[in-house]
């Protein structure tokens, strides 16, 4: 049975998504700071494409949020502003890392960011064999970037409880809604119970 008489736009549909994908991958770039802060071998030098992994996961995570995806949208702009300095200037550089490092690659800005510490290093085994490895951008604090991540995710919560509390305000209008799970639909009447979604 769909539940008829939910008030909400489209726009509303598509906020509360872009909220729900957000809230996912920063709740994964999470578990990602996580890990990397109680894994010793991640600053060893033996375990570079660890780090680099790492890294990579947390960035896209984090920022994928701030792109315009096909049929979704980005986040309010009111997510890339700040009060404090230290959260701009982590958030501003998670972006960057995404578009010139980890998401795309622009060599001659990592070059000119990093100088000589990018390298790019080839070993030949004497069977011929090669190994390769390139010497290059990593997070430098993951604990400062899961305290930025924690500070968004609560302005998220804040603001996906606005619009579901908009939504839900007049309960004339959601007779149909009870407790309970429901799977979030494009089209009117926008939401259907998971049992009957299966």
């Given at each position: 049975m769909l539940v008829s008489h939910v008030c909400m736009s489209e726009a509303d549909v598509k906020q509360l998504k872009r909220f729900m994908w957000a809230e996912q991958s920063w709740r994964g770039a999470c578990k990602l700071c996580e890990l990397a802060m109680s894994l010793p071998q991640i600053n060893d030098s033996s375990e570079k494409d660890l780090r680099y992994s790492v890294s990579a996961g947390i960035i896209m995570s984090y920022a994928r949020s701030f792109k315009e995806g096909v049929?979704?949208?980005m986040l309010p702009d009111?997510?890339?502003?700040f009060e404090r300095s230290d959260y701009k200037e982590g958030h501003d550089r998670l972006i960057e890392?995404?578009?010139k490092v980890y998401g795309h690659?622009?060599?001659q800005w990592e070059h000119s960011l990093l100088g000589e510490q990018k390298k790019y290093f080839?070993?030949?085994a004497g069977d011929y064999t090669c190994k390769v490895f390139v010497q290059g951008s990593s997070i430098e604090s993951y604990k400062s970037i899961l305290e930025l991540v924690n500070f968004q995710r609560g302005r998220l919560m804040k603001q996906k409880e606005l619009l579901i509390n908009r939504m839900l305000e007049n309960k004339i209008k959601y007779k149909g809604l009870k407790p309970g799970g429901y799977e979030i639909i494009s089209e009117s009447p926008y939401f259907i119970p998971i049992s009957e979604a299966d």
């Open positions: 049929g979704m949208g009111s997510f890339g502003c890392f995404r578009d690659k622009d060599e080839l070993s030949i």
